[in-house]
């Protein structure tokens, strides 16, 4: 009996997370594509694309600590979020992009184009000489309490100017909103 249960948990609960966990990243990420993207240009004809989205999910630093200090609500779910808090993550946007842009989104898409690698962006600024390119980086998102997510933001340039947000997630109604702006920073 133990093996039959352990054997439904395995093929049946965990894929449905894993699943979960998918579909709320890609929302997620649309939310902030949407967000970031909503006053850039399509891109057409070789037009220089200003910004472009990193393809790597940036890991959860010790940065979060400071974050969590400054927000009740943090706080009290400190203990859940310090445990996803890893350096070592090497985790990327592809399937989540696939997902979005699978035959949907593809105004979204048209001014989104790919997604880059560090290097990538570094020769593309290289190429055109510009300081006016910028490269938005995603962090893993944090899950905790059932309905929230923590996630931070960046925005890098090859200059100064560079800026990060992180956003408090709310989900209703199977869609996730912005809650509220928990910290923000610039140089």
């Known amino acids: 009996m133990k093996k039959f249960l352990l ?17 709320d990243n890609t929302s ?3 939310l902030f594509l949407s967000k970031y993207y909503s006053n850039e240009k399509v891109i057409v004809k070789n037009r220089l694309q200003l910004l472009s989205l990193y393809c790597n999910k940036a890991p959860n630093t010790e940065e979060i600590l400071e974050v969590i200090s400054k927000n009740d609500f943090l706080k009290k779910n400190a203990v859940s979020i310090k445990q996803q808090i ?8 592809h ?35 510009e300081n006016n390119q910028r490269l938005m980086i995603i962090n893993k998102p944090i899950y905790f309490a059932e309905n929230y997510c923590l996630i931070k933001v960046a925005i890098f340039r090859t200059i100064e100017h ?3 947000t992180f956003f408090l997630l709310k989900k209703t109604n199977s869609n996730w909103q912005i809650e509220e702006i928990v910290y923000s920073w610039e140089t």
């Open 7 to 23: 054997f439904f948990v395995f093929v049946f609960f965990i894929p449905s997370c894993l699943f979960s966990q998918t579909a």
């Open 28 to 30: 997620i990420l649309k």
């Open 86 to 93: 890893n350096p070592s993550i090497n985790e990327n946007w």
């Open 95 to 129: 399937e989540e992009i696939n997902q979005l842009f699978n035959n949907q989104n593809q105004y979204l898409k048209s001014k989104v184009q790919n997604c880059l690698s560090l290097e990538e962006f570094q020769e593309s600024t290289k190429k055109y000489g």
């Open 162 to 164: 560079n800026s990060g």
